[in-house]
């Protein structure tokens, strides 16, 4: 998709928040605990590299991304810092995991043999692939379940040194986001079953995302996967406040590109679902569900010069309509997700409104928007 440079809609990212929420919480951790900044999804939609190198700057020491095509991007820019894979990549990839330096995540042992006779082919390898082994805890997702699955798992990279290196081992808590602890603390038991009679440790032991790392610092061990918190946004939602102020990066504006007064009775947006009920003044903002505005959002609201908005009728493809309290000039801001006058619209409202998690959100603007970086 075209970026639409020519349209005054953008998402704006201040990467002096990025900066303060990851320096906040590198601060906290322990001096032997590493922070390696999730980027994954573009950055959860504010732009992997900006954000990877904010991060850096904060004392961000290492990245973690889904997909080996995003730890591409990373290299292609050139960071050389550790860079691990969160899923699953394919075995046939293993060659070029390790041509790159990227650690990849091992969730069984026959991938672990896939991979091996993918690298033994390679004449000239120059580093062995370095792997984490995903332990499955209770998120259900990915990873080893037992302890003689983790062993043959650990016994068969140690046998193939030459091709394969130990690197991490690492488990993901499914409920660290809740204020109901019960799950929370059946799966670090259930990690201490797995863990505490390796044979040996690897460089790098992590159970913690964003909501691990502020709620329960204590199973931190030596890095932490930080994520949704280093974009300023509140893992728990609103269930739990975090141990310091977070500042949201990602601000979303817009112009009124046109502006007229209806009389009552008339309607307004596909289906005519919306009818004024007497004489009001509709602006028109350049925005919609092609951009990752969700066309649930009929009935949300837009700040134009501090005030509550109202979207009336049904969001479009390209454009909303709000009503405004009066007539407002064409080109007057108009703030979609950030502070405006003092009122603000934040990503949970948009999230709330929309009956899903802000995480969604913000990845879910596409790269029609473009993205412009303050700070
Ligand atoms: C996405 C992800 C994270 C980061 O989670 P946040 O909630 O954004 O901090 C950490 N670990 C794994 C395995 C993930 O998939």
């Known amino acids: 998709m075209v970026v639409g440079v020519h349209r005054p809609t953008r998402l704006v990212i201040d990467r002096a928040a990025l900066r303060h929420n990851i320096h906040a919480e590198v601060e906290r951790l322990d001096k032997n605990c590493e922070l390696f900044m999730v980027v994954k999804a573009n950055g959860y939609g504010h732009g992997a590299i900006q954000v990877a190198q904010a991060a850096k700057d904060a004392g961000a020491t290492g990245f ?4 080996l095509d995003e730890a591409l991007e990373l290299r292609a820019a050139g960071f050389n ?11 046939a990839d293993a060659p070029l995991m390790a041509a790159e330096d990227i650690s990849a995540t091992v969730a069984a042992t026959d991938w672990l043999a896939d991979a091996q006779a993918y690298l033994a082919l390679e004449k000239d390898l120059t580093a062995p692939l370095h792997v984490h082994l995903a332990l499955d805890t209770g998120m259900g997702r990915i990873g080893f379940r037992t302890v003689p699955e983790l062993t043959t798992a650990i016994e068969y990279v140690d046998a193939h040194q030459e091709s394969l290196d130990f ?3 690492f488990t993901h808590f499914s409920t660290a986001d809740s204020p109901d602890e019960h799950y929370f603390k059946q799966q670090v038991a259930k990690w201490h079953e797995l863990t505490d009679h390796l044979p040996r440790r690897p460089r790098y032991v992590h159970v913690s995302n964003s909501a691990t790392s502020l ?3 204590e199973c931190n061990d030596n890095m932490v996967r930080f994520g949704v918190s280093g974009y300023g946004l509140n893992p728990s939602g609103t269930a739990i406040k975090p141990p310091y102020a977070l500042q949201p990066a990602m601000s979303l504006t817009s112009e009124l590109v046109f502006t007229k007064q209806i009389a009552a009775g008339d309607s307004v947006g596909y289906g005519a679902t919306y009818t004024a009920q007497q004489a009001e003044w509709v602006g028109t903002v350049p925005i919609g569900y092609a951009d990752g505005y969700e066309r649930r959002l009929q009935g949300f609201h837009v700040l ?5 908005c109202e979207i009336i009728g049904r969001v479009c493809m390209d454009q909303i309509m709000v009503r405004l309290p009066h007539d407002y000039s064409r080109g007057t801001t ?6 405006d006058h003092g009122a603000e ?9 929309c009956e899903t998690i802000h995480y969604e959100i913000a990845c879910g603007f596409t790269s029609r928007l473009p993205r412009r970086y303050l700070n």
């Open 345 to 353: 619209i934040t990503l949970q409202d948009v999230a709330t409104y």
């Open 81 to 91: 810092d550790p860079i691990l894979i969160l899923g699953v990549t394919s075995p």
């Open 304 to 308: 134009v010069d501090g005030h509550a």
């Open 64 to 67: 973690c991304v889904a997909i």
């Open 215 to 217: 709620w329960h610092a």
């Open 334 to 339: 108009v703030t979609l997700v950030g502070q």
């Open 167 to 169: 690197e991490g081992i």
